[in-house]
Structure formats: C-alpha cells, structure tokens
C-alpha cells in the first residue's frame, strides 16, 4: 500500500509562483513513476507532467512545458511540481499519483497510476 499527500496550493496572482510538495510513502520498488494531474469540477482529469525514476526522465503537456517543472528528493520521499508564469487556466485540483511498480506504458493516461493523493487546489486570480 503506497500513500500520498499532496500540499502547497493555495491563492496567487496570475504571474506568480507556487511549489506543490507531494510526500510519499509504503511499499514502492525502485522503478516507480509518478505524475502530476489536475482537474476542474465536472471536467475529466488532465495530465500535467511526469517523472519516470528508472529512465530520471520527465514529460509535460503542451499547456504546463516551460513554466512547469517536476522533481524529486528521494532523502524526502518528496515530489515536487513547480509551478512559474501562473495563469487562470492553471486553477485547478492538482493530484500526484503513483506507479510503484513502474510497468505503466503510457504516464499521460491516469487509469495506469494505481495510488492517487487526496488533492490540493491551486487558484489563480487574473
């Protein structure tokens, strides 16, 4: 069993800046993956970016590239998703999600992540 929970969101000025953290912990092997999703209430989820630990490599969606960044401290057991250059479109519920197995084949589809956080909303005021 893997949990996650997520914190940093909160209220910021379009321009502005804000950290998600996203704690986790339980039984992961070392080859986990772990995205970062968002969804607005009566929309479909929405993948934001990716980190896949074997590979280090990480991926992001049109939307997010260049002002979005995703990263790991393994001392902290902690992801993070910095967020720059924020805009209205930005508001939304952000989830971390993981793959502790690392066998997903796709990090953009939400139906292969098996442990999802509780979410954390991010508003931002334009």
């Known amino acids: 069993q893997v949990q996650l929970v997520e914190s940093g969101g909160g209220l910021v000025q379009a321009g502005g800046s804000l950290r998600l953290s996203c704690v986790f912990s339980?039984?992961?092997?070392?080859?986990?993956?772990i995205g970062w999703f968002r969804q607005a209430p009566g929309k479909e989820r929405e993948f934001v970016a990716a980190l896949r630990w074997r590979s280090r490599s990480t991926h992001y969606s049109d939307s997010v590239k260049g002002r979005f960044t995703i990263s790991i401290d393994n001392a902290r057991n902690t992801v993070y998703l910095q967020m720059n250059l924020l805009n209205a479109d930005d508001t939304d519920v952000y989830y971390c999600?993981?793959?502790?197995?690392?066998?997903?084949?796709?990090?953009?589809?939400?139906?292969?992540?098996?442990?999802w956080g509780q979410g954390t909303q991010v508003t931002v005021s334009s």
């Open positions: 999600a993981m793959d502790p197995g690392g066998i997903l084949s796709s990090d953009r589809n939400s139906e292969q992540y098996d442990y």
């Open positions: 339980g039984r992961t092997s070392n080859q986990y993956n």
